[in-house]
């Protein structure tokens, strides 16, 4: 079975791509059309039964973007056991908070271009 993309999320990651949260939006100006380092990035990604903020496929590199949501002991659980996933695939995982993208834009954008194979 195809672990990226699967058809029964399809509606799931159309919908998540029409309402990027304000901080995916904004990181989302960064990382489109090859804009960091010539590196193709995916919005709204799915793999396995997950689907990822933003996926570099060259780099097998999931970008995750947590707000308030993710601020509580079952969603760091659930976040964990995510991330453990992406890791048995061979993909790393970076996790920025929201606030982040808006205060520390150039730290994160440097961080992901840094776990970049040069």
């Not at 998540?16 to 990604?45: D, I, V």
């Amino acid at each position: 079975m195809a672990v990226h993309n699967r058809r029964y999320l399809k509606e799931n990651r159309k919908r998540l791509r029409s309402s990027l949260t304000s901080a995916e939006a904004e990181l989302w100006k960064h990382l489109k059309n090859g804009n960091l380092e010539g590196r193709k990035f995916r919005r709204q990604h799915s793999i396995g039964n997950y689907i990822a903020d933003f996926y570099c496929p060259a780099e097998q590199l999931v970008i995750e973007l947590d707000g308030q949501v993710h601020m509580n002991s079952v969603a760091e659980h659930a976040d964990q056991e995510r991330d453990q996933y992406m890791k048995r695939l061979n993909i790393k995982v970076l996790r920025f908070e929201n606030k982040d993208v808006f205060e520390k834009l150039s730290a994160v954008l440097q961080e992901i271009s840094n776990c970049f194979s040069k």
